[in-house]
């Protein structure tokens, strides 16, 4: 019997390397004790002083925006002070329809698209990983290949690829007698959701395929012994062991549908009818800032955050219930 | 010392450096027009941001006034997000001492504090340009822009296909428009008379066009008028021109559908204003000497009654140290005769008197068959009622007639947008009631 493993990474995992840097001469504790200390804060300050000013920061100020509201008096405003009003931001982002219905829209998109992507590009990874796979790395680039394209620029070409009358796929499907209008507004939510697999599913695929890579090769060598091969290999062996892989995908993915903006926004630009202009929730705090609502935008930009975190961290937090459970 | 202690240490060195060197980045790029606050001792440099092709006349102004630098830069044209930017900016400290606003604009921008006040350094010059660019750039006796263009609509015809389905001349009314949009369909159903009207702006650019005003103001208060006869009439024509098929469903002017089914033959015309005429020339090269220019079809025979779309001024936005300075740059790019001869060979239709009378204006257009397209300009320019006043939340009626036209028809979206926008208003804090 050839072994499964010839072309995974050949060597057996090897014992952890003896971390020798870090065994300080029993003689002097405190002094090396500073001078890690000293190293590490020196690796660390490019990332915290970036972190700092580019992340915490501006969140802060956003929180701290959402809790205050400008009054203006006069024709135009002329004179504006800003005042605490507590909560009174967020009772206006939940009473706007615009907003919750965005917000309950995304939700219903994730729950689509996000499993079609993942399964996806776990059968793709899959399909790369199998003993019969061919020009592994031509396919693995081809696939990885639309994570390339910036967003807006995929968008724009998908615009055009949908668009009635520009499109390459109405014109024969109506001679078929099937008259689609890809861009109305029933089709708009299934076409971003195509757009965003085409753009992602690679990016996945290559995280799964990654983790695949490193399942140890006695497993499957085990595993082919036992005469354990072909679907039930991946479904009882590799996909239990890159359960990891998919959690952090499926994370992934929820924080990226829940920021969705750049597909709609950019059919909104194309001034593609049938695209609400305030599809997602991120587009509605857009419209809400340039109508001078800051204060309002902030607090719509802390709900979407808040949402982002139950569900991306429930779901980890789950998952990894069951895997104690399991 | 070991190897791994230096290595380390050098590591840390460099990561300092490395920080420090962001650090005096982010602080070396500092605010540019504060030259001039300590009484001109240098140069004196100001930043203008716009989407038009203004490069050409800042290298021109740059060129004959060494110690007034402008820098151009190019951002999104404004409702596609170059306002947002101008007062991102602004929020940070960072704003540019100039800004191309459209007229429809400055209201909001007022709100939003972005624009300053150029009364003192602006009255004078006013004159160079038409009545109603300067009342378009100023609320009340105050002037917050100096104009630059003005977009008298017009239609833009095919002389060719209008002989191909025998059609004499151009429609000169909105019912013989729709008597045109029958007969061409009664030829051949692919082929569409014209274009729909698919947005907030066309819809107002038409109310304009009826004599009524979306907007009205009584002291402090605003009163909305979206919902009105004018607009009403306007609505209800151009949905039944595209509930019957009369007119492209999908694309207006500038989209690539419009683009391909011009090129194919299969749309006639579309009403736009002037400065259309600058992306037909780039966008549709091959129809040179096809294309001719019509005034717009008015609602009664001889009414004489056209309307304007679009069209801006520069604005001297709010923290310019050196406004005086600003306005001298904002006059020049208007009425400078070599700058606004640049302007129109760009596509602009100046708002200045004299440019207006520019050899390349009133010469025939070659591109237009040798038509003194000039001409038809300004009589539309002539015949737009100045009954309009602008709104405070611009950018919230584009949005919310977006989203409500592509859910629904013309007229139910003037009554949902004449609500939504009463309460935009409220929210901004502002007193309004409805019309």
Redesign the interface.
Known sequence: MSSPSSTRTASPPRPAPAVTGRVFPAGRPRRAGLRSALTASGFLAPFAVLFLTMMVAPICYAIYQSFFTVRRAGLFGGTQSTEFTGLSNYADAFGDHDFTASIVRVVLFGCVQVPVMLVLALLLALLLDSRSARLRKTYRLTFFLPYALPGAIAALMWSFLLVKDLSPFTGPLSHLGIDVDFLSPSWVPFSIGNMITWGWTGYNMLIIYSALQTIPAEVMEAAALDGCTGWRLAWAVKIPLVRPALVLTTVFSIIGTAQLYTEPAVLVGARIPGVDPKFSPIMNSTVAMDVGGQNLAAAQSVVLAVITLVLSFGFLKYNQRKGAMA | MDR??IR?RR??AL??A??MA?GVAACSDDKNDSAGESGHSGPVKMEFWGWAGYEKIVDQWNAAHPDIKVTFKKIPSGP?GG??QI??AL?AGNGPCLAQIEYQNI??M????SVMDITRYASDGMDKYVPSAVSASS?GDKIYGVPVDIGPMVLFYRKDLFDKYGISKPPATWAEYKADAEKVKTADPAVKFGTKL??GAGLASFTLQTGQSWYS?Q????TVNIDNPGTRKVASYWQDLKDQGLVAK???AW???FN??SEAGKVLTFVSASWAAGGLKSDLKGEAGKWRVAPMPTWEAGDNKSASSGGSATSVITGCRTPREAVQFADFLSSDPQAVKTGIEGGLYPASKAGQDDPLLTGGDPFFGGQKVGDVYRASAARVPSTWTNG??F??VE?DF??A???GTLPEAVTKVQTSTVA?IK????SVTNG
């Open positions: 791994t202690t380390s590591l840390l990561a300092t490395a920080v962001f596609a306002y947002t007062n991102n929020a209201p909001s007022l709100v939003k504090n609320v698919g947005d103001t002291g402090d208060s605003w999908h694309g207006s989209d690539p559908q391909k089914a405070p939340t950018q919230q949005t977006t989203g036209i592509g859910k935009a929210k901004l804090g502002l």
